[in-house]
């Protein structure tokens, strides 16, 4: 059977005025045109005037380019631009707490090490992990941890910027960055 | 006060008002000559001040009203219609229009009142989340914070509702900051020179290159036509569209909101193409090598089955809204821009290539355009035998022959709509009134009013379905007080005639409530309580007359009641859902009819 391949995902970085409003007019219109958030985060930037949107939508890339138009409609959207996976930099944050107890405990806290996680809370049988980084690490440690038992978890959802223009190569293909 | 010493870009603005008198001086200063609105506790303060203000106020008697009439306003003159309610209950009860002016395109300001800031949130009396209701049916909305905000945002609001794709604009006021008795009303007067909008630069020249692609496209074409949409009449391209039409030789379908963008007695008109479009509008679209789209949106009314909808036809598509290209159907040629501005660019190109004699031969095109036409025309059947009822079609015939060539017709939304689009001729722009993209039942009576106040010269006539009229014809209260004097002619056939016809040819004539009542209001009274000239016709001998009558009375709105032919049926018709190619013609309307 082939596998299933994976769902289309895009990255929108939305630029919006920093309005009162603005991030319900955002979702409402994906909303009104039957079109699925996959996450959604925001924050105010370097400019008070504007706050950054970052937007994960699993869409083929017709209704896409549709969406952005519509997107674009709205009186305080100043700037979309789609991110590409290769040519951007995506990150999410993770809190998770696993159970830790003092069998499988040594094992946890190695784990986290391997995947340069920090341990922010300790509880007789539980450990409170944060970890940051691409999604796809995210996943892997969330598969990891399932094996311990999984008590809470909770992610932020995408944020993303486009990477630089560089004359070197990039240190990403060294593995390290991206 | 002016002092000559100082500096005198801040003398002006020294003067103190409060947000309720900034509101109406924002109005005036945006050329506002008339308003429509029902007043109430939130909205109070800003009534207070239009005492002493020169705008015009009309008193609705349901708020929808105001908003339809703001509508027929902005569809008659071009210009922005507005529109003033208090909050909550008022506020849900303007939300069609909203909707009707989101979907056409059409240019209105609406303000509606909040209760206090503190209030807000709190379920308070008449507290309605305006904003949250409308946001996906504005093109903006907005919710004012402080007075000292007011005169930029109306500033905004109509800059947005009038440029780039024109729409709806509400502004939502809560009651503290325009009422005088509160400290928080308090402002400094002041006009923003210009508006600052980030995020809102419409496109309106067409990028050039395009453009001459298009001229192109125009250049190889074979059998072109010319689908002229709504956005012609809002950015005032009739006499731009005119002159390419001529220059190019092309023929014109102009769709249910582009009626009178393009002269219906042109010999290149086609009219009205999709689900009600005659024959050779609707046949000539489909047979096509190309579609010069110019303003149009490719709606699901115009293009049947999508998949089946031009299927040889290559897309020159132009539009100011860049959402619409591509939406429905893929454009070999997308300009995003003012459609006026690129016709009048293609307009140069085509000239300088050598006009028409530039163009490939189309005999063979126009050849078969014309027998489609001659084959194929609107046509109806208006016999009559002792007992038989009006044709609804022959009492739109007569209208049209009978009034002024620059008459004004509105219409509700059902059989009527589509035989007034059909039969009546129109040959001008901004005479057309109607609800295309949401459908508004009870849309025709308000918006004839407005429409009569924008063009008082003018013979304002309304046709409107008895299922219709009983939606909102109070309103003729408010055009009897105000002396607004519109003419209505209900085509009354004592049925939901189009849902009739849908349950006659889908749903095996089983009529399951549309028949309004086999005790049917007498219209002529009913007329005559809300202060109009009432009139009912029953035979054909008395439909002249009495719409002569009707148009020899200008002081008070007139009414006349045809009782007309409940099996009458709009043909042709392409059945929803289903391609171009199987349309259903009318017995009357040719060969192939069934």
Redesign the interface.
């Known amino acids: 059977m082939a596998p299933i391949a994976p769902p289309p995902h895009h990255i929108l970085s939305v630029l ?2 920093n309005k ?2 603005v991030l ?2 955002v979702s ?2 994906f909303a ?1 045109r039957a079109y699925n958030i996959y996450s959604l985060a925001v924050a105010p930037t370097d400019d008070e ?1 504007y706050s950054r949107i970052t937007i994960v939508v699993d869409v083929e890339s017709a209704p896409l ?2 969406i952005t ?2 997107l ?8 979309i631009s789609e991110l590409s996976p290769d040519e951007s930099v995506v990150r999410e944050l993770m809190l998770c707490t696993v159970r830790a107890e003092p069998g499988t405990r040594g094992q946890v806290i190695e784990l986290v090490g391997v995947f340069e996680g920090r341990i922010v809370d300790v509880g007789h049988n539980d450990l409170t992990v944060e970890l940051s980084g691409p999604p796809s690490k995210l996943d892997d440690f969330e598969d990891l941890m399932r094996a311990y038992g999984i008590v809470e978890l909770q992610r932020t959802g995408r944020v993303a910027l486009a990477k630089l223009e560089r004359e070197v190569p990039r240190l990403r293909s060294l593995g390290r960055v991206g | 006060m002016c002092f000559p010493d100082q500096e005198p870009d801040r003398s002006h603005t020294a003067m103190k008002l409060n947000g309720g008198q900034a509101l109406i001086k924002s109005l005036e200063m945006e050329g506002v000559e008339v308003m429509f609105g029902l007043p109430g506790g939130a909205i109070l303060p800003v009534y207070d001040p239009i005492i002493d203000s020169p705008i015009r106020h009309i008193l609705v008697r349901h708020e929808q009203g105001a908003g339809h009439m703001a509508e027929g306003y902005a569809h008659a003159t071009g210009r922005p219609g507005v529109a003033m309610v208090t909050s909550g209950p008022a506020a849900t009860n303007i939300v069609t229009p909203l909707c009707d002016a989101m979907l056409d395109s059409v240019p209105i300001v609406v303000i509606t009142g909040q209760v206090p800031s503190a209030a807000i949130g709190t379920d308070a009396f008449q507290e309605c989340d305006t ?2 209701i409308t ?2 049916i504005t ?2 909305n907005e ?1 004012v ?1 402080s007075a000292q905000d007011i005169p930029r945002v109306v500033r905004e609001a109509f800059h ?1 509702a009038t440029t780039g794709r024109p729409g709806p604009v509400l502004i939502d006021v809560p009651k503290d900051i325009v009422d005088p008795r509160n400290p928080r009303s308090a402002m400094e007067w002041y006009w923003p020179e210009s508006v600052d ?4 630069k419409p496109t309106t020249q067409g990028h050039p290159r395009k453009i001459r692609d298009a001229a192109a496209l125009i250049a190889e074409s074979r059998r072109p036509v010319i689908y002229a949409g709504g956005g012609i009449v809002r950015s005032g391209a009739s006499e731009a569209l005119f002159e390419l039409a001529n220059l190019l030789g092309v023929h014109v379908v102009t769709t249910l909101m582009a009626r009178g963008a393009f002269p219906d007695s042109h010999p290149l008109c086609l009219g009205m193409p999709g689900m009600h479009g005659n024959y050779t509008a609707v046949t000539s679209m489909q047979q096509a090598d190309l579609l010069i789209t110019l303003g149009a949106r490719f709606d699901d009314r115009v293009t049947g089955k999508v998949s089946a909808f031009a299927p040889h036809a290559k897309i020159i598509h132009v539009d100011i ?3 619409e290209l ?2 429905v159907r893929r454009a070999d040629v997308p300009i995003v821009g003012d459609v006026r501005l690129v016709i009048e660019e293609l307009i140069k190109i085509v000239r300088e290539q050598g006009g028409r004699d530039s163009q490939p031969d189309r005999h063979e095109w126009d050849a078969q355009i014309d027998a489609w036409r001659d084959r194929h025309p609107i046509a109806y059947e208006q016999g009559w035998d002792e007992g038989d009822k009006l044709k609804p079609q022959f009492c739109i015939d007569m209208l049209r022959q009978n009034t002024p060539d620059d008459t004004i017709l509105c219409s509700g939304v059902g059989q009527h709509q589509m035989w007034s689009s059909q039969i009546w001729k129109f040959d001008r722009p901004n005479t057309w009134v109607n609800s295309g993209g949401l459908g508004t039942m009870g849309f025709a009576v308000p918006a004839a009013i407005g429409a009569k106040v924008g063009q008082p010269t003018k013979t304002v006539w309304a046709v409107d379905g008895d299922g219709c009229f009983q939606m909102t014809a109070q309103e003729l209260v408010t055009a009897s007080a105000e002396r607004i004097p519109v003419k209505i002619a209900i085509l009354n056939n004592a049925y939901l005639g189009m849902v009739r016809q849908w349950q006659e040819l889908f749903y095996e004539e089983r009529y399951s409530e549309v028949y309004l009542s086999p005790d049917l209001p007498d219209y002529k009274m009913w007329a005559e309580a809300m202060g109009c000239v009432g009139m009912r016709v029953e035979h054909p001998d008395e439909v002249v007359p009495a719409i002569e009558k009707a148009n020899s009375i200008d002081d008070r709105p007139v009414v006349i009641d045809f009782r007309v032919d409940s099996e009458e049926k709009v043909y042709p018709m392409v059945p929803a859902g289903a391609s171009n190619d199987d349309i259903i013609l009318g017995p009357a309307q040719g060969p192939g009819g069934h």
């Open positions: 919006v005025e009162a409003g319900a007019r409402s219109l009104r005037r380019e549709q138009k519509q674009f409609k709205l009186v305080n959207v100043v700037k | 904003i949250g946001r996906s093109k903006h919710l914070t947005i909008l980030p995020g809102y809204d860049p959402a591509g939406k």
